[in-house]
């Protein structure tokens, strides 16, 4: 099987987005086994959605399995390489925007059965519990930069060496752990692939009465993290974690 970088991040990000956006579909949508399951349920599918993407990922060739243009940009900042930087994002977005794809052709005939256009977005995109832009953009730089620091104490040379096949799981945990206790603001982006091809992909879908993308807002869950993300870079630059 020929892999590579680029493939790996494609289709590590593609399975991150079916199932992540998948359990949304699961439990926003009309007559779907899970709907109205709850936070609980999506934070928990998000979390177990990165952990196989990150295997993923790994298996087609992406050593790093980044699935994030926020990681990416974070760990280029903390080691001065981003020679990663153009090989991966366009790859996390690609698989992001296919993923979601996927994810409208495993639900097709819930969509119609659903009537709450806001519920159709939410299943691709992120939004906000109450929309204030400071507020929103700070929501989204902390969880960011709490998903850098995380990945980077998980790998640190400081605590030890994990067995391989263990850090996808912790940063499962990581990614679950934000959700349920950072989440409820703005629904946890914290990656810029995850919201905007997603939301592309809403936008472009024959989604019947799915209604606007929210492009107003589309570009906070896309900048927000990158500089949580450029944060967390220097941080772990200057602390040598």
């Known amino acids: 099987m020929q892999t590579s970088p680029f493939l790996g991040e494609l289709i590590g990000t593609l399975v991150l987005i079916l199932l992540g956006d998948g359990v949304v579909a699961n439990v926003l949508l009309r007559h779907t086994k899970g709907e109205g399951a709850g936070w609980i349920v999506i934070t928990t599918g998000w979390a177990f959605a990165v952990t196989i993407g990150i295997f993923v990922a790994k298996a087609f060739g992406s050593i790093d399995a980044h699935l994030n243009p926020a990681v990416t940009v974070a760990f280029a900042v903390a080691t001065g390489d981003f020679s990663n930087v153009s090989t991966y994002i366009p790859a996390q977005f690609i698989g992001a925007f296919l993923g979601a794809i996927m994810v409208w052709l495993h639900y097709l005939p819930h969509w ?52 391989v096949g263990f850090a996808p799981y ?23 692939a995850r919201d905007l091809g997603p939301r592309l992909a809403h936008a472009i879908l024959p989604i019947p009465g799915k209604g606007p993308s929210d492009w107003s807002y589309a570009w906070l869950p896309v900048l927000a993290p990158i500089v949580g993300g450029i944060l967390g870079g220097l941080f772990i630059r200057w602390y040598a974690l």
């Open 112 to 163: 119609a059965t659903t009537s709450d256009a806001g519920l159709k977005l939410g299943v691709f995109a992120t939004g906000p519990a109450m929309r204030t832009t400071s507020g929103n953009f700070i929501s989204e730089v902390i969880g960011t930069l709490v998903l850098i620091l995380g990945v980077a104490g998980i790998s640190s040379r400081n605590i030890g060496t994990l067995a």
């Open 170 to 192: 912790m940063v499962g945990i990581l990614v679950w752990s934000i959700g349920l206790s950072l989440g409820g603001t703005t629904g946890y982006a914290i990656n810029p």
